[in-house]
């Protein structure tokens, strides 16, 4: 007797005595437990293994009685021999077609179309109005000359001959660890049941064909780079009449020339001479509506003023109102001056005197000497 007979019935977790039923009972649970299917833990497969193996030995009076007489030794080397073709397996394939129906082999179905992506340039303007734009790609489409079947003039197709129509492959396995029933999708008609043999001379068989479609895409006024349009089944068309995908439009927005973006908010920056600063002038403001607004900058205007003109920013995307546009003054020291410039600015340098620097520069100042200090 040797250590491997004692083995089999403990991989059933039963007693030496056990009956019949309860060797079946054991059999049963253990294989639903392991069944790699089921359970994806790494050992699972072997363990399945060996509660078939050890079931199959112990499922036969014959071979248990052997079993138990004479150890592995006596049901052959490590159980193999004696095992293959053997029919007295009660409910054994059965239980195999339970655990396999409906896991492989399943017939081919109708299957959703791929979604599609697209990209769509568009200018600021468009952004802030709003736009249609019209957009062709690419997309598989059912071949309407044999409508879809992938048969000449869609006649009608012969059953497959390798599956006998069935869509799928049966086949009983002999293995070292008993009888399985292996069902697998026919690689001849890929699961369909029936074959294309006289192919569609549009498509050549296949069913479907690449076709350039143009479809007109809603942009909606306030999108920003990043911005999805979702066109709803206009995607890809589904295999055997599945659903068709989508197609996403994603926007970018190119740069504009003068005006920045800030999420709604736009940003005109506005040159001002030394003069126009000092003097206080009428400056007229592009808009990205196209007209231009008037805007007042007193006396004594300094750079980096921020001056807010309401709602000629962008859209609000969802809900109402959009944002505004800012105007940051940038005072410019001239670089490049004539003889009479000159002349006119050292005149006003010496009324001038050297100024005082303005309340927030300063401010600015002793903090940085604060902190060094
Ligand atoms: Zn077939
Ligand atoms: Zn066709």
């Not at 299917?37 to 790494?42: F, L, M, P, S, V």
């Not at 397996?89 to 896991?103: L, P, Y």
């Amino acid at each position: 007797m040797t250590t491997d007979s004692a083995d089999l019935y403990s991989v059933l977790g039963i007693e030496r005595n056990a009956t019949p039923d309860e060797v079946k009972r054991a059999f049963r649970r253990l294989a639903m437990e392991y069944h790699p299917d089921r359970n994806k833990a790494d050992d699972a497969e072997a363990k399945f293994k060996q509660v078939n193996a050890a079931y199959e030995v112990l499922s036969d009076p014959e071979k248990r009685a052997r079993y138990d007489r004479y150890g592995a030794a006596g049901v052959g080397q490590g159980g193999a021999q004696g095992f293959a073709g053997h029919e007295g397996f009660g409910g054994f394939g059965d239980i195999f077609d339970a655990f396999f129906r409906g896991t492989a082999g399943r017939r081919a179905g109708p299957q959703p179309g791929a979604d599609l992506h697209a990209t769509v340039q568009v200018d600021l303007e468009d952004a802030v109005r709003g736009v249609e734009h019209e957009i062709s790609y690419e997309r598989v489409e059912r071949c309407p000359d044999c409508r879809a079947t992938g048969q000449e003039n869609g006649a009608p197709k012969p059953s497959c001959p390798e599956c006998e129509g069935r869509g799928e492959l049966r086949r009983v396995q002999q293995s070292l660890f008993g009888q399985f029933v292996n069902v697998t999708t026919c690689p001849r008609c890929r699961g369909e049941g029936s074959i294309v043999d006289n192919p569609c001379k549009n498509c050549r068989g296949q069913g479907q064909t690449r076709v350039k479609v143009t479809r007109v895409v809603k942009i909606p006024a306030g999108i920003d780079t990043g911005s999805q349009i979702r066109l709803s089944g206009e995607g890809d068309h589904g295999p055997r009449g599945g659903p068709a995908g989508h197609l996403y439009v994603e926007l970018n927005v190119r740069p504009h020339e003068v005006f920045k973006r800030v999420e709604t908010e736009l940003i005109y920056d506005l040159p001002l001479n030394i003069a126009q600063a000092a003097l206080g002038t009428d400056a007229k403001i592009p808009t990205i509506d196209g007209d231009d607004v008037d805007l007042k900058l007193k006396p004594g205007t300094q750079s980096g003023e921020v001056h807010v003109i309401r709602n000629k920013g962008v859209p609000h995307l969802r809900g109402n109102g959009r944002g505004d546009l800012l105007v940051r003054t940038h005072v410019v020291t001239p670089t490049k001056l004539t003889k009479a410039q000159k002349d006119l600015l050292a005149k006003l340098a010496d009324t001038l005197g050297t100024p005082d620097i303005p309340d927030h520069e300063a401010s600015v100042f002793d903090r940085i000497r604060s902190a060094f200090s």
